[in-house]
T-cell receptor, first 110, second 115 residues
Framework: QKEVEQDPGPLSVPEGAIVSLNCTYSNSAFQYFMWYRQYSRKGPELLMYTYSSGNKEDGRFTAQVDKSSKYISLFIRDSQPSDSATYLCAMMNSGYALNFGKGTSLLVTP | EAQVTQNPRYLITVTGKKLTVTCSQNMNHEYMSWYRQDPGLGLRQIYYSMNVEVTDKGDVPEGYKVSRKEKRNFPLILESPSPNQTSLYFC??????????????FGEGSRLTVL
């Protein structure tokens, strides 16, 4: 079983919709959780970072971590066509390597 | 402008012909890493470096070499490329080796095709 599981999609939503992206993981030692966004033909860029459990909000984006369920989520409110990208979850315990999910492809249609 | 620069961005080569993909960062970052990204497999780490002269294997190091002689540069060397190394490669850097900031800065990628 891969340590980080992420549905690859694609996920297609109309502009203005609330988007929910999710990852599950198996390693209970993970304590640092991130979401990266990758536009086509570009490298990933950090979108959200959370340490341990709880919620974090940044504008239209909310990251949630539920360590008891080994489940993390990214919510995008009022989605825009510019949000169309691949979203990668990533996590680690401590140390020097991030464990990435495979990424979920999101398309927001006008 | 703070950035991670990779070259070449696109390369087609043949089996067995040695090649080097260069990576340079201008942010004085200690940590650098190479990933490959393949459809259905996601991002997988090849090698990483905590600092100058310190390198270590990631998840998929076979067939690759790296060196870190200077802080800003971290080249990826394919001594004898094979078709299964056809992939999209990303170099990344981070301020410190602990990655506790969570932020990796990625280059724009190098698409390599081995015939």
């Amino acid at each position: 079983q891969k340590e980080v599981e992420q549905d690859p999609g694609p996920l297609s939503v109309p502009e203005g919709a609330i988007v929910s992206l999710n990852c599950t993981y198996s390693n209970s030692a993970f304590q640092y959780f991130m979401w990266y966004r990758q536009y086509s033909r570009k490298g990933p860029e950090l979108l959200m970072y959370t340490y341990s459990s709880g919620n974090k909000e940044d504008g239209r984006f909310t990251a949630q971590v539920d360590k008891s369920s080994k489940y993390i989520s990214l919510f995008i409110r009022d989605s825009q066509p510019s949000d169309s990208a691949t979203y990668l979850c990533a996590m680690m315990n401590s140390g020097y390597a991030l464990n990435f999910g495979k990424g979920t492809s999101l398309l927001v249609t006008p | 402008e703070a950035q991670v620069t990779q070259n070449p961005r696109y390369l087609i080569t043949v089996t067995g012909k040695k090649l080097t993909v260069t990576c340079s960062q201008n942010m004085n970052h200690e940590y650098m890493s190479w990933y490959r990204q393949d459809p259905g497999l996601g991002l997988r780490q090849i090698y990483y470096s905590m600092n100058v002269e310190v390198t270590d294997k990631g998840d998929v190091p076979e067939g690759y070499k790296v060196s870190r002689k200077e802080k800003r540069n971290f080249p990826l060397i394919l001594e004898s490329p094979s078709p299964n190394q056809t992939s999209l490669y990303f170099c990344a850097s981070s301020q410190d080796g602990s990655l506790n900031t969570g932020e990796l800065f990625f280059g724009e990628g190098s698409r390599l095709t081995v015939l």
